[in-house]
């Protein structure tokens, strides 16, 4: 049996983890008991009454954070002339054509988002087997392949998470760092629902959110009163 750690331990008996709390107040103890060495990420994760598994009940997408992430993600992009020009000037940190497609061939992929022009995609999907199973291929209803590089650049850089189900139905992110304020976390938190609730896929029947939980990186999970964040 895994020990428990004094700091975890101490953290789980600071509230009443059967008990449901509201939005506002799962955050103040997530903060509180946030109490590592480092900056720990506030996470939130939903369980969703869906199965990913079916086309018409897949939910995905892209969500701006009011108050950024607290981390700045590292973006690449394959755009050649003018856009690859236009990509660097936005803050890009990877920028190329077939040179980028090789370097991600052998592995080297030094990016964290992937952004491409329409215009090169014949070229990135020869990628797919090693973008794909890392959440990197570039995607139009994501917004990742674009004309406009200096727009998708510069949301990425500015806190725009990308979420998508997995097999059990859940989708989670992070949504800012447990040194961010009560209201900027509580902004995320409700920028993240709401992105949620709108990609509610035409296949979900029933109730469509059915858990949903704060955390931080190291801390214990903290359940969150469904009505506080659907209204019902």
Partial sequence: MAKIGKRLKAASTAFDRDKAYSLDQAVKL???????????????????????????QMVRGVVGLPAGTGKTLRVGVFARGAKAEEA????????G????????????????????????????????????????????KLGTVTMDVKGAVQAAKAGQVEFRAEKAGIVHAGIGKASFGE???????????????????????????????????????????LASVTGG
């Fill in 97 to 140: 054509a077939d040179d980028l497609a090789a370097l991600v061939q052998e592995g080297k992929i030094e990016f964290e988002r992937c952004i491409a022009t329409p215009d090169m995609m014949a070229l990135v999907g020869r990628l797919g087997k090693v973008l794909g199973p890392r959440g990197l291929m570039p995607n139009p």
């Fill in 88 to 95: 660097k000037a936005a803050g890009a940190d990877v920028v």
């Fill in 30 to 56: 997530v903060k509180a008991n946030a109490k590592a060495k480092f900056d720990e990420t506030v996470e939130i994760a939903m369980n969703l009454g869906i199965d990913p598994r079916h086309a018409d």
């Fill in 183 to 225: 209201d900027a976390l509580l902004n995320n938190a409700r920028a993240f629902i709401d992105a949620i609730q709108k990609a509610r896929p035409s296949g979900a029947k029933g109730t469509y959110v059915k858990k949903v939980s704060l955390s931080s990186s190291m801390g214990p999970g903290v359940k969150v009163d």
